[in-house]
DNA sequence: ATCCCATTTTTGAACGATCAAAACACGCTA
DNA sequence: TAGCGTGTTTTGATCGTTCAAAAATGGGAT
């Protein structure tokens, strides 16, 4: 019948290869210490029955789960941001290559939260986390630290002190290749659409921005909302009205959701993005390809992010040699160029 | 220093409060086992503590690990579906009610990847699994149900026989729903934009279309091709190039992308959606409601599917009782009404 | 033949919980 | 007083693995 038979046990596998119980362990865990030829008729038995050493116990006795822990934040509606989407599975695929395996659970955003990353612990369900949606203020990588948990987090701590491990996008690099790409394609007024300053992530990006613009010798300007698409649409708006000597021949914006805004401010306006004003997004949404969008945008290695968030945690777990590098790297996004941004009939210039 | 004191176990508890290991356990798993003024003396021992029980060791004992698998596949680039991302989310909030986790893990599509589910069982890690990204001919359902593994599906198994229990969406219920409510508001020819023969998804949800139109006593008129967006394009346009007087007044559309196609389409004649022709899509997909798309769509109670499947799982798996109903829940979808369907300046009818 | 050392294998104990059954306590009846 | 039944608590065994140390094995030197 050949069913899988999942009752093997080291013990059973033992008797079938006429060894003891920790011959067996020692093949899985440290064959160099067993015969080869001893090795051989484990390997047999353990083929031949199937056999996966049972986690609980194992985790039991090592006192290592082989579980990361990962909190999904509830969605605010209408999110359209499938970036942690790519992530988690990242994450997931680079654990599995090291047989560990991802823990999803959710909690309150917060200090209230930190009861289940807690209760986790207690449970000793988890060796470490990974955090994502980190955001200013966030009180988990300083909580996490002062435990001595180990966690990687996707994203700087922008505020207070820079504690524990973790990986991120250079939205200033970013930003300054758009304003690089512009420049090179004719544009001179290039205006900026972003959120209110406070905002780790956003004033990274305008700082890239402004800085390329100085090293160009063109005038940065800078206008900026909290929200998103709406809001990208009425600043859009604002600079558009302008004088036409005035007005910006390209936008570059915080995030695609504004340059979706701004994209459907220029067809309130009858301009044809691309062509008679340039616009660039951030992230790289999944509805910048879609066609009669094309929308230049900065693509954030989410792959890689997630490979290197794991290897830095399992290296603090001592499951990998820590590479020798810093305790955080930074990596940048790049730049996809589309109609948005592309056919540069380059306009005229003062 | 209150550190949180993580060594806590089930003995140290009941040393401090002065009984033995299995009091301890009792006033967790079955109180009503133990003297009131024991159980106090435990519960007060317990939260000085702050002790947890161990999950391995339980579920080493118990072989039941409070873990529920799920597999996110690979998503193909440019996915812009979001359900699946809050269908995680509710599945991973109504097991924490129940003292169960998610573990994440991945593997390839078709029966290559029932190593990955064998895997888990073989190490005890998981329970049962809930599965997604059902897909037409999809091997796991019968593969699980031959092992006796508990699971529970997102989705019938559209192709042979109807294994194992799922939650599903009414997709016919929807779509007859659409065409009422464009029947309602004076559309006579209503169009379906579908997918070919042979998608079961697709196939329900033409059918929903075909009965409202033979109920209503309009002529049912579907064309059909593989694809997304750009498909949904080509077959709406074919449609209102047609002669003004058998040119459909509606478009009811397989999926919100195709519906993306649609309005495209219609931008490119001048027609304006919801006044010249109304468009229906289905998913509510996060794009759907923004400004200047206003897209009326069906939405999928995800999170009531996410909440159901755990339920049902939990059912198999004997921690809650088995609700009384059948082996699988069909939930109806619910319209939600845009500009693209709203104002009807009802057309003229013939 | 004896002893020593390095290599390989085996034996008890432990990880922290639950199960099954035994022990204890107490009031009631015979 | 012995015996019984009910309610409560404790004891020993066990889940499947790994750790630590002990035991066996096989040469080579003395």
């Known amino acids: 019948m050949a069913t899988p038979e999942s009752g093997a046990t080291l013990e059973s596998v033992a008797t079938v290869a006429g060894v003891s119980r920790q011959t067996v362990s020692n093949v899985l865990n440290a ?4 015969a080869p030829e001893t090795r051989q008729r484990v390997e047999d038995a353990i083929r031949e029955l199937r056999y996966r050493p049972n986690r609980s116990a194992r985790s039991l006795r090592t006192r290592i789960s082989r579980l990361i822990g990962y909190c999904i934040q509830p969605a605010p509606a209408g999110n359209l941001n499938p970036v942690l989407d790519r992530f988690v599975h990242a994450v997931t695929e680079s654990a599995a290559a090291h047989g560990f395996h991802v823990l999803l659970f959710t909690a309150p955003t917060g200090s209230a939260g930190l009861d289940r990353y807690a209760e986790l612990l207690a449970q000793r369900a988890v060796d470490g986390f990974v955090l994502a949606d980190t955001v200013v203020a966030d009180p988990r990588p300083g909580w996490l630290t002062e435990q001595g948990v180990p966690f990687v987090a996707f994203g700087r701590s922008w505020s207070g002190p820079d504690r524990g491990h973790w990986v991120d996008v250079d939205g200033a690099a970013g930003m300054t290749e758009a304003v690089e790409h512009l420049h090179a394609i004719g544009h001179r007024r290039i205006a900026f659409i972003g959120w209110p300053e406070g905002s780790g992530v ?7 921005y402004t800085a390329a ?3 160009l010798g ?9 929200g998103g698409a ?3 649409r009425a600043l859009a708006a604002a600079l558009l009205d ?3 000597e005035a007005r910006p021949t390209a936008l570059v914006c915080v995030s695609d959701e504004s340059a979706y805004g701004a994209l459907r401010a220029l067809a309130e306006r009858g301009l044809r993005p691309g062509e008679d004003v340039a616009v660039v997004g951030f992230d790289d949404t ?5 066609p009669g969008v094309d929308l230049t945008s900065l693509s954030q290695p989410i792959e890689q992010i997630g490979h290197e968030s794991v290897l830095m945690l399992l290296g603090l777990l001592g499951v990998v040699e820590l590479p020798p590098g810093p305790e955080h790297r930074l990596l ?3 730049l996809v160029v589309r109609a948005s941004s592309r056919p540069a009939v380059p306009p005229t210039e003062a």
Not at 31 to 34: A, C, I, K, Q, W
Request: contains cysteine; positive net charge.
């Open 213 to 215: 613009c100085l090293r």
């Open 230 to 232: 709406g809001t990208g």
């Open 31 to 34: 064959p160099e210490r067993v």
């Open 202 to 208: 956003g004033d990274d990006r305008v700082a890239g």
């Open 242 to 244: 302008d004088a036409a």
């Open 332 to 334: 940048r996004p790049s």
């Open 218 to 226: 063109l005038d940065p300007r800078v206008v900026r909302a909290e």
């Open 286 to 290: 999944p509805a910048a390809r879609l």
